[in-house]
């Protein structure tokens, strides 16, 4: 029963984050990955502060590379994450001396990555986290990196050279925090969708829209699967395609018993998927890892014990976790495959 399998009977693409380091050096992780993933992107590999720690020349694209060769080896397919981001621009670009010399310095980092890996990588996640309405302005968008420095024109420059730089590549704006029912996700959601609008009118390329889904089981607000439901046809609307971009599930504030807070990711798992699938503009499905062995939030718990977010245990065994995916792969109504002509080795029903 792989993941992959049952997401491609019903015309989805499912996968998750890796770093170069679990599948170099943890060959039955790597395993678990080919057995249940048909696509994979870099959790951190292709940040910008990764590829160019401390100048423009320093090009640590081995474990970008790793990560490619792992994807193109294995037939899966690749997603780009990501382009720029506000939290791992490598320090000198705030250095720059002027507006222009920033822009030069965007332009040939986003070209250089995307050219190296172009007609590989099905989707690129552009300027990733582009809304934060706690910044005041009436757009809601994000002031610091990038717009501070380079005015408001600095979205379409990176979404009109990433899609001169990689023509294949879906172009997406990947948000988090518009999947629950509160006035915080409320307001995230229509700063998102007014940006997406006023992009299209500009005639800025953008193609799909990630939602990162980096879900609370409790303490979080409530989740609506009619809101949920109704922001995702919203976006169908717009004549864009989604993707699940970093499903995990925050088990910080739950009790410590395993079996219970197991139970408790498990149906938000169900609950979330239930609701996202019903979308048949819902192409993809990406957890942010698939083991607990290796996720962003193992210390996130006030109590120190390790947290159980994924669909496997730090041990590679399937949790309740996995069986809610399956279910709801299972469920999921059938839609066409997004169109794209990719090398599905991996991720067709045959494989
Ligand atoms: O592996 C190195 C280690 O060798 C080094 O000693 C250590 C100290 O510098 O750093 C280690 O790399 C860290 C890496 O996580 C692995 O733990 C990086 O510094 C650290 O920046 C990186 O954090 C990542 C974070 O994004 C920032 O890039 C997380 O893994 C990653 O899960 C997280 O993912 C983000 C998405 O990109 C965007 N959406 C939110 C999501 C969660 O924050």
């Known amino acids: 029963m792989e993941l992959r399998k049952l997401a491609a009977e019903k015309g989805l693409i499912y996968g998750t984050a890796i770093s170069a380091t679990s599948i170099e050096g943890d060959p039955r992780f790597a395993d678990l990955v080919l057995r249940h993933a048909g696509l994979v992107v870099a959790e951190y590999d292709m940040k910008w502060q990764h590829l160019n720690p401390s100048k423009p020349e320093d090009d640590n694209y081995g474990p970008a590379d790793a990560i490619a060769a792992f994807a193109l080896d294995n037939g899966l397919v690749l997603r780009g994450h990501n382009l720029l981001w506000y939290r791992s621009t490598p320090h000198w670009f705030f250095d720059l001396p002027s507006q222009q010399e920033m822009e030069r310095a965007v332009v040939a980092h986003i070209r250089k990555l995307a ?62 925090s518009v999947e629950l029912d509160s006035r915080e996700h409320e307001a995230r959601r229509a700063a998102l969708l007014g940006l997406l609008e ?103 718990r006030r ?15 399937p949790k309740p976790a996995f069986d809610a ?8 109504p059938q839609r066409p495959a997004d169109e794209d002509g990719w090398p599905r080795s991996r991720i067709t029903v045959q494989s």
Do not use: C
């Open 115 to 176: 050219e190296r890996y172009r007609g590989r990588v099905h989707s690129w996640d552009v300027v990733n986290e582009l809304i934060e309405p706690a910044n005041g302005r009436p757009d809601g968008l994000r002031t610091a990196a990038f717009l501070d420095q380079m005015g408001l024109d600095y979205i379409e420059l990176a979404h009109r050279t990433a899609r001169d730089a990689d023509p294949n590549a879906r172009l997406v704006v990947n948000e988090y």
């Open 198 to 300: 006023r992009m299209q009118r500009s005639g800025t390329p953008v193609d799909a829209v990630g939602i990162q889904a980096h879900l609370p089981v409790t303490g979080g607000a409530p989740f609506s699967a009619s809101r949920l439901r109704r922001f995702l046809a919203e976006i169908a609307g717009l004549g864009l395609t989604i993707q699940i971009t970093e499903l995990d599930i925050i088990d910080r504030d739950v009790p410590a018993d395993e079996t219970v807070r197991d139970q408790l990711v498990a149906d938000t798992y169900g609950h979330f998927l239930d609701a996202a699938l019903d979308e048949p503009a819902v192409k993809m499905v990406v957890t942010w890892g698939l083991s607990d062995r290796y996720s962003w939030l193992t210390n996130s």
């Open 303 to 317: 109590d120190r014990l390790p947290a159980r977010p994924l669909p496997f245990d730090a041990d590679l065994e």
């Open 325 to 332: 995916m399956v279910r709801a792969f299972a469920n999921a």
